[in-house]
């Protein structure tokens, strides 16, 4: 995104490379385009890419099977109740389908595409505007068609309940709650150690294994430099850990993750 004077891209690859998502032009496969939407810089070369890499991979789709996709973001109106914008991988999904969008049930009840303009089916890699949930879903979660309104429903039941029997389970993990709940049986805490530098990871352990505080246990789970990652993020779910940050800030997905799970992540700058 090109749109500001500041716009770096070659830091941004750098980054995004650390995630394993190399440019193909330093010998990865991943295509990176630089784009303006403000001035058009760039979108007929992004339109090109993309067709190309679809041909590359020969990717197709079924529009005769039920929809599913991605929800792009979602939102509370007045007077239309919750509203999602979805992206159709896969299939069609027609007014009128039953449809389960992570843990929420809805009916479609009306769509609309990207000119406002209301229709009432849309096939594979059309956005559309839809009405018709029952609460607001998250951006990201995944939607499926239902041929059966019943099952739907169950579907959807069950998702929520195995939601909040996780919410449940992890949802005392932070050292506020730790702290409230210590007791004579029960005085350990789970730490998870993400550094800038290796030098300060094994400062890190070496202080908190040092610490002297009668009757509490600090284990020390895991500890390395680099970021905090998704697989920190399940075995601070397993061990009911927190996660301790320094030098470093985690990236939208990450902290997303964290929230959903109810894993606490505290960032510091001094030891």
Do not use: C
Request: net charge negative; glycine share 8%; no cysteine.
């Amino acid at each position: 995104k090109m749109d500001k004077p500041q716009a770096n891209p070659d830091r941004v690859k750098q980054e995004l490379s650390a995630l394993n998502l190399v440019p193909s032009e330093w010998g990865g496969d991943t295509e990176y385009v630089n784009i303006s939407a403000l001035t058009g810089m760039g979108v007929s070369d992004l339109l090109e890419t993309i067709l190309m890499v679809s041909e590359i991979h020969d990717y197709k789709a079924n529009p005769n099977r039920l929809g599913i996709g991605t929800v792009i973001e979602a939102q509370l109106t007045k007077g239309r109740g919750p509203v999602a914008t979805f992206l159709v991988k896969n299939g069609t999904i027609k007014v009128g389908d039953p449809i389960v969008v992570g843990n929420v049930f809805g009916k479609v009840r009306a769509m609309q595409d990207e000119t406002k303009a209301i229709i009432k089916q849309a096939g594979p890699s059309k956005a559309v505007e839809v009405t018709g949930l029952e609460e607001v879903p998250q951006a990201g979660d995944y939607f499926m068609v239902f041929e059966d309104e019943k099952v739907a429903k169950l579907v959807s039941e069950e998702r929520m309940n195995r939601a909040n029997n996780e919410k449940n389970a992890t949802k005392a993990i932070s050292l506020a709650a730790m702290f409230e709940n210590l007791d004579d049986t029960n005085k350990e805490i789970n730490l998870i150690i993400r550094t800038d530098v290796q030098g300060s990871a094994e400062a890190l352990v070496s202080s908190l294994e040092k610490l002297k505080v009668e009757g509490v246990k600090i284990n020390i789970i895991r500890s390395g430099a680099g970021m905090i990652t998704d697989n920190d993020i399940s075995l601070a779910v397993a061990s009911k850990s927190i996660i301790i940050g320094f030098n470093i800030r985690p990236n939208s997905v990450i902290t997303k993750q964290a929230t959903d799970k109810w894993i606490e992540i505290r960032l510091y700058n001094i030891i």
